[in-house]
């Protein structure tokens, strides 16, 4: 097996000989950390599925990057994200690796840094490159401002999905949504509030339970709904099952498992929804206009429509979950 990026830069040295206490900030569950005794490893990351990974692996997992001798930085496809996580490793490390993919802009970031810090120890490999940074006070503007008022006047952050703007297929389900909505409502993959929100505005709504699995999105949530009815659930749908039991649900699915489109994943979000409802429950939710969820409606619903949409999105409303729901 060839060995990853991580493994050559501790072969050729490139750690400089740091201690044996390391961080290990936002990778995926298959990033290779064979190099490291999982003893001496803290995994950062405030993505429930993936945390839930690293802990069932036997690694300690923590929100925050504590101070360490080694900090290694796996980006993620957010720039504004990566550039965070980059100014905290620095304040936090004697010595960081920044590790990425080319399609993740691991290169302009190496671009940037090498503008504030000069020459670069680097490795490049298998389509990406790591590279070294000292422990410096050189990327403070690059820390995280936290929630700041973003789109509409709701607060966002960097990390979050749609960090800029409503998203196009979030903003026609909710003129899609009725007037009047059950009163146990659920927003499965809730983000940072914009459908809860819409949701708190319609008549009937005695409680809503906002579900969302990264962290960065549900601390914008919570100060984008204050509403003594909303309950926010740091968790994953798919696999932590809910408590109670919903009259409606409303979701924006995500389909992506880092760039690639992965329609398993809102496959996996309609059949816990269908788990979730009661038998005259009813489901609204938003998806790409190609992808292919009707069908696996069809089998776990016993009505499904299209109530609108556009070239790009579709609206479907599904009532009344079968038994079969497995």
Not at 32 to 57: K, Q, Y
Not at 167 to 173: E, I, N, P
Not at 190 to 216: F, N, P
Not at 283 to 304: D, T
Request: charged share 25%.
């Amino acid at each position: 097996m060839s060995k990853s990026r991580l493994s050559t830069a501790l072969t050729e040295g490139l750690d400089q000989g740091a201690g044996p206490r390391i961080a290990v900030l936002r990778p995926d569950p298959d990033y290779d950390l064979s190099g490291f005794a999982a003893s001496d490893v803290t995994i950062v990351h405030l993505f429930r599925p993936h945390v839930m990974d690293w802990e069932a692996a036997g690694y300690s997992v923590v929100e925050d990057c504590p101070e360490v001798d080694l900090a290694v930085v796996v980006i993620p496809k957010s720039k504004t994200l990566a550039r965070v996580m980059i100014a905290e490793a620095v304040a936090k490390a004697g010595c960081v690796f920044v590790d990425g993919s080319k399609d993740h802009g691991i290169d302009s970031l190496y671009k940037e840094c090498r503008k504030r810090a000069g020459e670069l120890p680097s490795v490049t490999k298998a389509h990406g490159r790591l590279f070294v940074l000292p422990k410096s006070g050189l990327f403070d503007d690059w820390k995280s401002a936290g929630p700041v008022a973003g789109p509409e006047g709701f607060k966002t952050q960097a990390g979050v999905f749609s960090e800029g703007g409503v998203d196009r297929g979030s903003a026609l389900l909710a003129k899609a949504l009725p007037t009047k909505l059950p009163a146990r409502v659920a927003d499965f993959g809730a983000g940072w509030g914009y459908l809860s929100r819409t949701i708190l505005e319609r008549e009937g709504v005695q409680l809503l339970d906002l579900w969302e699995a990264e962290g960065l999105s549900l601390d914008c949530a919570r100060l984008n709904t204050p509403d003594e009815r909303a309950m926010f659930h740091w968790g994953d749908v798919t696999r932590e099952v809910p408590k109670r039991t919903y009259d409606a649900i409303v979701m924006n699915p995500p389909f992506h498992a880092g760039r690639r489109a992965d329609v398993g994943l809102g496959q996996a979000f309609i059949l816990a929804a269908a788990r979730a409802l009661v038998p005259n429950g009813q489901l609204w939710m938003v998806a790409n206009r190609h992808l292919p969820y009707e069908s696996l409606l069809g089998s776990a619903f016993i009505k499904v429509e299209e109530l609108m949409g556009d070239k790009g999105f579709k609206v479907l409303h599904a009532s009344r979950p079968k038994g079969d729901r497995t």
